[in-house]
């Protein structure tokens, strides 16, 4: 298994993080893009919803993030345990952005895929990085939070802050 090196800011100003700027830019687009899709219905109100989230889905390349499960409740009680495919690319074009809140996953396509791809008349689909904004629910201490890729599957494991835990030891 692969481990992926993370960005880890505990507290400060992720503004200058290059990889927090590129999503601030590509939010952006979506934003632009939900406008365009709502114009192009005529501009008919009720499905903001569904215009953003395919805006979305054309930006970012979304990906689906699940839960990993643990027969072990407590375990889980602690720590966030994600997995997110990524079977398409490799370890190198990963990178992770941590904060106590959130966790940002950026998937970045490389030149020798766009040449394969442009060959193949599919360079459109293949130059869109993937990026992921994953909002937890709890906070985590940052400096526990590993990553690991293994067989085109990111997984993450993030600790929850001591007070989380013991607030959900106990309930």
């Known amino acids: 298994m692969a481990h992926i090196s993370m960005d880890k800011v505990e507290n400060g100003d992720l503004t200058a993080k290059p990889v927090y700027k590129d999503l601030q830019r590509r939010l952006e687009t979506i934003r632009q893009r939900a406008f365009e899709l709502f114009e192009k219905r005529g501009g008919e109100p009720g499905s903001d919803v569904e215009d953003w989230l395919k805006a ?39 990178e992770i952005l941590v904060t106590p809140s959130e966790i940002i996953v950026h998937a970045k396509t490389n030149p020798e895929q766009l040449t394969e791809a442009s060959a193949w008349g599919s360079a459109e689909f293949a130059s869109k990085d993937v990026y992921l904004r994953i909002e937890l629910p709890e906070p985590i ?5 590993k990553a690991a890729f293994e067989e085109g599957t990111l997984w993450i494991s993030a600790t929850k802050t001591a007070a989380e835990q013991s607030v959900y030891a106990t309930a």
């Open 141 to 145: 201490e940052v400096d526990k939070t």
């Open 56 to 94: 979305e889905r054309e930006v970012l390349g979304r990906r689906p993030v699940q839960t990993k499960k643990n027969d072990r409740e407590f375990e889980l009680d602690r720590e966030f345990q994600l997995q997110v495919p990524f079977d398409d690319y490799d370890v190198y074009q990963v």
